[in-house]
């Protein structure tokens, strides 16, 4: 297959970018999206240029490093899936295909493809963990719990932050991410020492990161690769209206 780039080339934050051609040269429909990128830095390197920069770690959809646009969708046409999970054969030869970093006030571009996704790490620091002590596995799993509570807890335990929720959301909200977080430790019985306590603190951090709020439309669903439904977001809008009033008194 011969495909035909358009990548956002951008060297630093506060450099200017732009979009740059490039030719992607006998790519077999079997690679992944970032083995046919390998091919094309191998090239530029050979030529002394250089390669185009785009983050990634494990290439099996689990640590959520990957990720940006390809012709405006986030991670590509095939849902439910990463870039590292999207597969050549899923385009024509000879089509092209624009490639840009998620565009988002709260994900500042590090270079090229590559954003600086710290303000997740921040949401989740204010609040994303438990600091009771629980005891090893075999205690925790001493704990009854209804099977639909833990379905629903480690359905919304999937999200792996790569940020494709920011990057389809018109007012590029972290909602959906930030339920999910939310949402995992607010439906298991480890969580409820500082349920109240947490919602506030990760919702209040997501808003000061600058992400915008949300206007349920569901673009943030359509694209996640881990299918995280919206309904987190009802549940967090509902912790944190319950949390406030709480702390009200």
Same mark, same amino acid.
């Given at each position: 297959?011969?495909?035909?780039?358009?990548?956002?080339?951008?060297?630093?934050?506060? &450099?200017?970018?732009?979009?740059? #051609? *490039?030719?992607? %040269?006998?790519?077999?429909?079997?690679?992944?999206?970032?083995?046919?990128?390998?091919?094309?830095?191998?090239?530029?390197?050979?030529?002394?240029?250089?390669?185009?920069?785009?983050? @990634?770690?494990?290439?099996?959809?689990?640590?959520?490093?990957?990720?940006?646009?390809?012709?405006?969708?986030?991670?590509? +046409? =095939?849902?439910?899936?990463?870039?590292? $999970?999207?597969?050549?054969?899923?385009?024509?030869?000879?089509?092209?295909?624009?490639?840009?970093?998620?565009?988002?006030?709260?994900?500042?571009?590090?270079?090229?493809?590559? =954003?600086?996704?710290? #303000?997740?790490?921040?949401?989740? $620091?204010?609040?994303? *963990? !438990?600091?009771? %002590? =629980?005891?090893? #596995?075999?205690?925790? %799993?001493?704990?009854?719990?209804?099977?639909?509570? =833990?379905? $629903?807890?480690?359905?919304?335990?999937?999200?792996?932050?790569?940020?494709?929720?920011?990057?389809?959301?018109? %007012?590029?909200?972290? &909602?959906?991410?930030?339920?999910?977080?939310? @949402?995992?430790?607010?439906?298991? +019985? $480890?969580?409820?020492?500082?349920?109240? !306590?947490?919602?506030?603190?990760?919702?209040?951090?997501?808003?000061a990161e600058g992400f915008g709020s949300c206007s349920n439309e569901g673009e943030c669903e359509a694209v996640c690769p881990k299918e995280i439904s919206i309904t987190n977001i009802a549940r967090m809008n509902r912790e944190y209206v319950k949390a406030t009033l709480l702390r009200g008194r």
């Amino acid at each position: 297959m011969r495909i035909h780039l358009r990548v956002w080339r951008q060297a630093s934050s506060a &450099a200017k970018g732009e979009l740059v #051609a *490039y030719v992607a %040269n006998d790519i077999s429909p079997d690679m992944s999206f970032l083995e046919m990128l390998d091919v094309v830095n191998e090239g530029l390197i050979r030529k002394g240029e250089d390669p185009i920069a785009f983050d @990634s770690d494990c290439r099996e959809g689990i640590c959520g490093a990957c990720g940006f646009l390809i012709d405006g969708l986030a991670h590509g +046409p =095939v849902r439910a899936s990463t870039v590292c $999970q999207l597969h050549m054969r899923s385009f024509a030869d000879g089509d092209t295909l624009t490639l840009e970093p998620w565009r988002a006030k709260a994900f500042p571009v590090i270079k090229d493809l590559v =954003v600086d996704r710290g #303000a997740f790490d921040r949401i989740i $620091q204010a609040g994303g *963990y !438990t600091s009771v %002590n =629980v005891g090893g #596995a075999q205690d925790g %799993n001493a704990i009854l719990i209804p099977k639909s509570t =833990v379905e $629903q807890a480690m359905d919304s335990a999937a999200c792996i932050g790569c940020g494709a929720c920011v990057a389809a959301c018109k %007012n590029a909200s972290a &909602a959906l991410f930030t339920s999910a977080k939310v @949402s995992h430790l607010a439906l298991l +019985p $480890q969580g409820q020492v500082e349920r109240a !306590t947490r919602v506030v603190a990760m919702v209040d951090r997501h808003d000061a990161e600058g992400f915008g709020s949300c206007s349920n439309e569901g673009e943030c669903e359509a694209v996640c690769p881990k299918e995280i439904s919206i309904t987190n977001i009802a549940r967090m809008n509902r912790e944190y209206v319950k949390a406030t009033l709480l702390r009200g008194r």
